[in-house]
Each structure stands twice: as structure tokens, then as C-alpha cells.
């Protein structure tokens, strides 16, 4: 268990040996120096706050650190100690994808389908982690022409999209090859379409629900995509439950492109696509890399717009990851929590925490530790490049913790990355009983290193936050998180 001693001398300075933080603590123990007679010793300790089996099992969040830690004051006018320990756990859903076989609800309601296996291996994640969504328009392209099918037809810019892992961002550009090009069928001229013969052999076709995740945050029965796969035309299937994806590989021996979702063409759960089979195109999607649709042979993409026969481009990383966040439910969610004592001694806390108001207490020195281990982060350690800045998130209702309503925020920033800056929004809540109890849970996605946070939370200076899916799945995913903890968990 950490220890760290803090020293307040007859004229009030202090010596620390590790942290600056107490210095709210040693104005405090300062001021008790007329208590000789009262003051040897003090010893306080929390009581650990945390989430139950049946709590991570039921919201299928796996522990990712735990920890204690042990401040001492020595005040020099009472010849005495003041020892205070708090207690801190955090949970991430990338840890429960860590552990399949630990979470049945993983594989039945938030599993790892196939599209979230190739962004966790573009991610090196485990689980999916984060991605973009652009739509073909944004991208600048206003028709895309498909090859592998009999008519090569052309899609508008607003009926495909790109899907773009956030581990792709590397040197300012985007590999074609780590990203995923998705076609509803209804973006389709017709109803019914039949693909070419350069298919065969070892095209497939795979259910819809091995393919996309499910929309919810909190694991539920009813498996939907969410709709933000194509944000040009809000795409949803007519019958989820008949949905098809189509797959292209051309050559069954090698796996082909079977390669960009990177699992075995064996190992596939889907069927043949049989040679002239005819497909509706209402509850369909084409799923292929986008290297295949869309580069030349340098990997560069195709510009209409760039002189009259079109010209290649490379595709920079600054005007893709302003966009839509792709719907991967929880996948880069975490929770940490914080149970310290108040540690009053004649009447005064001793405790700096007690003092911080929320949007301080996320930048402290105690802070840091526990949101990097929530998942705040790719990066070694929680650096803030913009913000936190409070929000308000339209239709919010009280946060619940240890069974009391609790003081909450919501904040958003930027914080630093390993390949690129996160943006991130928490949700907070704090409860005083016998002790101070801190819950934080936060959720990122991935940004360019030119988009301010005003800019991809649209709004005037970050103080308003438009409601998305992405922002009241993490909302939701809080409410239940928070509500689930426990003392002595």
C-alpha cells in the first residue's frame, strides 16, 4: 500500500515527499496547532466502493485496476499524526472483451462481432475500441461505381460510407487498407441486384447480427445496428432479423479479403454466395475494404471532383475524424471510483478532496491515475490538451449512488493520445455518507490533432452538447454503472 508523509513545521510550511496535492490539508493541520492536548494520533480509512460480480456480469465491465493509497500529516505543534487511506477500483469493457469467457452476456447481447474484430485489430484493442463514420460525400466523392456486380453500378456519396479505426491514424494519413467500405442495399437503383462473376468462387453471405454490433449500451434482448453506420442516409434495415451482409473474397484458397476483417475463411458463420443468386436489396448491406473500392495501385483514393477525368488523392487523417462516431455501444467506456474519509479532526476535514469542486477534482493528481486506468486513454499518462468543461446534456436525470442522489456533472475535453488526441466526455457523480465517494465514467473517440473540442462537440465553446446516440449511451451506461456499486465491493 502507497504511503506517502507530509510534514506541517511550527510555521505552518509543509514537506512532501512525493505529492503537491494536500495543499488544501496543510492550512487545515496548520490551524489545529492550539490542540496539543487533543492530537497524538489519528488513523482514517475508507470503505472500498466498487461493482459486484452480478454488476459486471449484468453490465459487462471487467476490473482493470485497484489500488490503496495512505497519506500521512505530521503536525509539529501537536507532535502528532494524521493518517488518511483511500481506496479507488475502476472497471472497462475492453477488459471484460479480455476475458470472453468470463462474461456470458458478452457473446449473447455485446459480442465481438465481425466488424468490431477488425477494428480491434486495426485498434489493437481488445473488443473493438473507436472508430469513425464518414459518408462518401464528406469524403468528396459523389458517385461511387461498384465493379463486382454485372450493371458496375454507381452509388451516390450519400447512400456508402466509410468506416475509419481510430488506430489508423498514423504520419497524417489513412490507409485505405485499414478501413471498411459499407453499401445498404437500398442505395441500390431497384430491388433486387445480382453480382458479377469475378465473385466466384468463395463470395458469402453472413447474418446481419455476426457482422454489426447491437445499438444498446447496456447489454438487452433485442438486437438492432445502429443507424449512425451510414450517416449520409440514416440507414436502418427494413427486418433486422433478415438482415444480410455481403462479403467479398475471390479467392477461397488464400481468404483474399477475408484478410481486412482478419479471421480464417474458414472460421466464416455464413453461407456461399451462390453464382447468379438474385439478392433483395431492402435488408442488405456490402461490407468490402476500402482499398478495393476505392484506390489505385499507390492506395491513394479517387477524387471525381479533381479534373475532368478525376485524379488520386491521399486520404488525410485531419478531415475524417471529425465525424460521426461509429456505433460500437460501450466498447471504449470505463468506470473508476474513489471512496476516501472525510478525516475530521476538531471539527475540520483534513481531507484536500472534500473541498474540490467536481471539474477540479478531474484534473488532480488523484484523478489521473484513476481515469487512465478507466480507459480515458491510450497514452502512459492523462494529459489535458483542452478543457474539462462542463456540459449540458439535454434530457439528463439525476445520477444515483449508494442509494442517494448524487451531486453530478458532465464535462468534455481533449485529452492526449498515443497516435492522436481523444475527445472525451465524463460523467461524474459524488455522494458524502461516512465517507466521500467519487464515481467517474467516461468514454472517448478518436479526433484529428487540428479539431478543437468546440468544434467536434458543435457547439459555442463546449457548453452544449447536442444529445446523440454516443452521448446518451454513455449517459446510460453510467446511470447503471453508478447505481451498481457497492460498499465493500
Known sequence: MPRERHRVGADGERTLSRRTVLAAAATSAA????????LTEHE?????VGLPEDGRQEIVLGESGRDASTITLEVEQIDGEVIITSHTVAYTREQ??????????LTDAVQPWMLGQFLGGVNGTEGPGSAVVVSGRDLGIDELTLPMFEEEPTIPGRGWSLVVPAGAR????VSLEETVALVPGTAFPGSEWVPGNEWFP????????????GSEWVPGNEWFPGSEWVPGNEWVPDDPESLQVMLTTRDPETGALFDFIGSNYDDRPGRPLDEGEVFETGDSVLAVSGAEVLSDTEGTVFNPKNGTNGAYYPLPAGELFNQVVAPTGGATYGIGVL???AAEVAGQSLNPIDGMDIETLLTSDEARGLLGEAGITDADEVEWLQGPEAV?????????LLGEDADQGTFAGVVRGSNGPWGVVANLARVVADDLVVAVGVQRRPLSAEVPASDWLEADGGTEVPTTNWLAGGRELSAASFESLQSDA
Open 44 to 48: 482514517f480509512e475508507a470503505t472500498p
Open 170 to 173: 498514423t504520419d497524417g494519413e
Open 31 to 38: 490551524a489545529l496547532a492550539g490542540c496539543t492536548d487533543e
Open 96 to 105: 471484460a472483451y479480455a476475458h470472453p469467457d468470463d462474461f456470458p452476456a
Open 392 to 400: 449540458a446534456v439535454g434530457g439528463q436525470s439525476p445520477f444515483t
Open 202 to 213: 468463395g463470395s458469402e453471405w453472413v447474418p446481419g447480427n455476426e457482422w454489426f454490433p
Open 339 to 341: 471512496s476516501t474519509p
